[in-house]
């Protein structure tokens, strides 16, 4: 019976730790499409040739921010 439940909680604690896991990358490839939308709009470039609208957006951690 002790067996079980040590077996029980040992699987639920890798099972977090996939979940976790898997959420980690989902918002890495979240951050890498946006990061790649935004090269494809030409939005990543020199700064002095970026409208002025669009100078934040060019910041990756902005990128990052919007998928959080």
Not at 17 to 27: T, W, Y
Not at 39 to 51: A, R, S, T
Request: proline share 6%; charged share 25%; glycine share 2%.
């Amino acid at each position: 019976m002790g067996y079980l439940q040590v077996s029980s909680i040992k699987d639920e604690a890798q099972n977090a730790i996939l979940k976790k896991s898997r959420a980690i990358v989902q918002l890495a490839e979240a951050s890498r499409e946006q990061m790649n939308h935004k090269l494809n709009e030409g939005i990543l470039m020199p700064f002095d040739k970026i409208p002025p609208e669009k100078v934040l957006e060019a910041v990756p951690v902005i990128s990052a921010i919007n998928v959080v």
